[in-house]
């Protein structure tokens, strides 16, 4: 079986599916959209976080230790910011600091992050077509007990302590997909959607509110299979659960189920929560969802794909239901 | 004898006695003007090649064996760089990048060049100040037999090539002196006004068109002490001797002392050319004006130093003959 595969995914968890994804099939079927969000302005550099981890995870020197930036990476740049008394709570190593100089220069010059991302997917010798969720400018923003934060600021240099409040997506509703997104969602040919196990609202709620994302989603002609990033109650990396317990929902896999309703025709959980299984209202499989190494991130991949043809039939039956 | 010594200088050979005189004098003593004509925008980043040879030389940074930018440098900025497809004909290593990230962000916020010097100064310890010649932007243009070229373009990508026809100091009729420059200049206390051995056309020249430069040497009261970059009919290093020849000058003392006219009142030659002291028509001192070693540099300094002290009361007597 063929046929294109799209993936949302914000960084470093989802970015490791959408390599498993890239890796067992023809990576050229596969179309990788990625939060944007995350983007901000720093030292004048116009810098995108998951967009460069899932550039540097499918280029294949991301650094897998410390789980993002690039491997056999240096840090004279951040050194030397410190002595000139720059501002140095963001780290950019200096082989990625060419990434940024460069995709600076490049949207200054009046190019749009879509073809800067071609670029450097090209020079990295990338099969997969990435796509940023949109080439307007969206900044996820944190109302935290410690006031409104941008999103780097609480994340990295506030380390997600203040309590979270609210999250918002400034400029999202101005936003338009970027080339390519809505199309590849609504592709008749496509056999499956991949909600990746990145934080659901910190990295996909930003594509979501992107308008004409959700209707897409909604309507999509293929499986759409969300992948949870809670494995019993908990969090692989990051912040999830505790701005999950702070936004007053529980860490569980029907809270996930739930998050998605509405677009979502399968959920892939865990093997440690096969017992939620049963309280959730779409088709759930159950596996390992931990991918520690390459082997655990092909074969989520081909797990995922699997289920979405699995659940082909059953979803034209229901469409077809509901267009009657 | 104590009083203010001020240095004009562009970068490599001038920033070394500059060096000698901030190790010999009481550094907070020493007013160094730099050439801003080579700053150039690179990669959306603002660079300003002579400043920070200045900076990174008497900062105890720079690297002697190479010449230019910074010891311990690493080059993984540019190697990926190359990676990406980036325009890589001007190399900037990982430490130094931190200089023109920190440069630019602090340029756009609307600081000023000067400004940036002292924060910098600052971090490196350095006690001399260093000023440049205009926070306005001037850029030095070469007229060539291949076309214009901006100065990088011609001295670093074209490594100096094309034969000059003319130079140019674009924006230099519009330039300001920095703040400070004048006053330094027209100090009835400086000692000495010290032409160091840059390169006349390309480091010395684009300050002079900065209206009120000349003017505030042809009057100071110090004796103005030029340094011939001429050994022997050669340069040390760099492109003078080239240049002058196809300006049709002759690369001798005599040139040096004739492109100077009208406001030095010493020039120091080297022991090599002794004979032509007598060809010259301001007071000549002949010394060793190479300097390989730290102790070259003081040691010259000091010749230079004491040079004007000689000439300072025969400037009192022609200072006062001339207003009689």
């Known amino acids: 079986m063929t046929g294109p595969v799209v993936a949302l995914c914000g960084g470093i968890g989802g970015a490791k599916l959408a390599l498993g994804l890239s890796r067992v099939l023809d990576a050229r079927q596969l179309t990788i959209i990625v939060n944007t969000g995350d983007d901000f302005e720093h030292l004048g550099l116009s810098i995108s ?34 002595e000139l008394g720059g501002e140095h709570w963001f780290q950019l190593g200096d082989r990625d600091l060419a990434m940024h100089v460069e995709r600076t220069a490049f949207l200054r010059s009046g190019g749009t992050l879509s073809a800067f991302i071609r670029r450097a ?3 990295f010798g990338i099969g997969a077509r990435i796509l940023p969720m949109t080439d307007d400018p969206v900044r996820t923003v944190v109302d935290t007990d410690a006031g409104t934060l941008s999103f780097q600021r609480y994340f990295v240099e506030r380390r997600c302590t203040p309590v979270v409040q609210a999250l918002r997506f400034e400029g999202a509703q101005e936003a338009a997909p970027a080339a390519g997104v809505v199309s590849a969602l609504s592709d ?18 930003p594509i979501l509110a992107v308008p004409g994302i959700r209707d897409a989603l909604e309507n999509t002609p293929a499986p759409v299979i969300a992948v949870s990033p809670i494995i019993a109650g908990q969090a692989v990396k990051g912040p999830t659960v505790k701005i999950m317990a702070e936004l007053g929902i529980g860490a569980t896999t029907q809270s996930i189920a739930a998050h998605y309703q509405g677009f979502i025709d399968g959920l892939v959980i865990d093997d440690g929560d096969a017992a939620d299984a049963a309280s959730v209202s779409v088709p759930v499989l159950v596996t390992r969802t931990l991918m520690q190494d390459f082997a655990d991130r092909d074969r989520l991949a081909v797990d995922v794909v699997s289920f979405a043809a699995a659940l082909t039939s059953r979803k ?3 469409t077809a239901g509901a267009t009657r």
């Open 316 to 318: 034209v039956a229901r």
């Open 49 to 82: 976080p998951d967009i460069d981890t899932v550039l540097y995870t499918l280029g294949g020197v991301a650094d897998r230790d410390r789980g993002w930036g690039r491997a056999d990476e240096t840090w004279h740049f951040m050194e030397t910011l410190r």
């Open 188 to 205: 008749l040919a496509a056999r499956a959607v991949v909600i990746c196990p990145s934080n659901p609202y910190l990295s996909i709620d």
């Open 121 to 123: 997917a090209r020079a």
